[in-house]
């Protein structure tokens, strides 16, 4: 296991090789994704791909950045191991508090703009297990262990009969460098954090909630995160159908805002609530941040660098984020002037927002940036982190040639 002792950026760069490696070796693999266009559909707009639609996609691949890592087993399975018969219960409500239905929620109908949800066989996986674990569900049971007045041990049924919520929330890799893919956003499922940690009790020195995985791993958070507002579960579905093995079957946590190195444990074993300074996550020790908030940021889909749009209108598409307050304004700089694009839809402040700019665009060479604003007042930072140890920061900027 000696990827497990790399940092996340050189992490990343194995798991790139490797699956770059197996593509080659499996013909019968997925395709490549065809080349984003910057073509827009005028005044139409199709409906949100709901968790039900994009699960049809499957659950049979995960995948590290755009590379395609299989789960092991028979083609055409879905990846399930000993959950393949698990059938989720309805939620009963979404986090957080909504006042629409998520399956009003429209997408922009602009071509290579990424989705609102991601589809499972398209999530981003970033881990230190290069063998995905098989749990057994009849032997497998969740621990809340530590600080706490009652220690529980919880069966997957014992899960599945709690009240079950959903939570769109987008999830980030603190690898994710400005304008990279290593981030996505899935509905969740499953039990609220809050809920299983009042059951076990939690003692006022419980300040970390450490969640540790069937192989070993750990990464720990404030207690204060399953409290404060922000959606946070042990979640067993993601999309509309139990976890993919390769995204954590058959519980993992979930917590809205915060890089997966210090919240989302997947393959989830025990959560074990600590003092904040007794122990560290695993990333923490290998020098990474022991706070690890979701740094405000944005991307470019539309137009890709290489393209060459015509002169005339050009769209300019993309997505931002800002965890916990959300999305309220998006700036698109082009030849140094910002100019205020227009928004899709929002659901949540845990979860990316769509936007475009309509340019009416010269020929010539052109560069362009994007920033974006926060519900609560900040602004992107163009700054680019000399020292990333907690997540990368810039504007991310693209080149693009009209003719």
Known sequence: MIYAVLSPDHREALFRGLTTRMDEQQPDGPSPSPPRSNKRVAGTRRSFLRWTGVAAAGAAVAV????????????????LGAGSGVTLPSPASTLPAQTRS???????????????????????????????????????????????????????????????????????????RV????????????????TLLDRAGVDP?????????????TAGFPTAAAYDG?????????????????NGFPARLIVEGLYGYVSSTKWLDSIQLTGWS??????????????????????????????????????????????????????????????????????????WRQWFYDWDAPKGSHEIAVRCHSADGQVQTGEPTPRPIDGYTGWHKRTVTVV
Do not use: H
């Open 64 to 79: 590290v950045g755009t590379k395609v890592l299989t789960s092991g087993g028979a083609k055409g399975t879905t990846g």
């Open 278 to 351: 007794e122990v560290n996550g695993y990333w923490i020790d290998q020098g990474w941040a022991k706070n690890g908030p979701i740094k405000l940021s944005s991307r470019i889909d539309v137009p890709q660098e290489e393209t060459k749009p015509a002169e005339g209108i050009v769209t300019i598409a993309g997505v931002a984020w800002a965890p916990n307050s959300g999305v309220s304004q998006v700036d698109v700089q082009i030849n140094g002037e910002w100019n205020k694009a227009e928004l899709g839809d929002s659901i949540s402040g845990g979860m």
């Open 205 to 217: 020195a419980g300040e970390q909630i450490l969640g540790i995985s069937v192989d070993g791993f």
């Open 102 to 176: 998520l399956s009003s929620v429209t997408d922009l109908e602009i071509n290579g703009l990424t989705p609102l949800i991601t589809p499972n066989a398209e999530f981003f996986r970033i881990d230190t297990a290069l063998s995905v674990p098989n749990v057994d569900l009849n032997a497998w049971r969740l621990k809340i262990k530590g600080k706490v007045g009652t220690p529980l041990s919880i069966s997957y049924e014992e899960l599945l009969a709690m009240e079950q919520v959903e939570a769109p929330v987008t999830l980030a890799c603190v690898s994710n």
């Open 179 to 194: 304008g990279d893919d290593l981030i996505g956003t899935a509905v969740w499922q499953g039990v609220e954090l809050r």
């Open 230 to 246: 922000r959606s946070a579960l042990v979640a067993i579905g993601m999309n509309g159908v139990p976890l993919p093995r390769e």
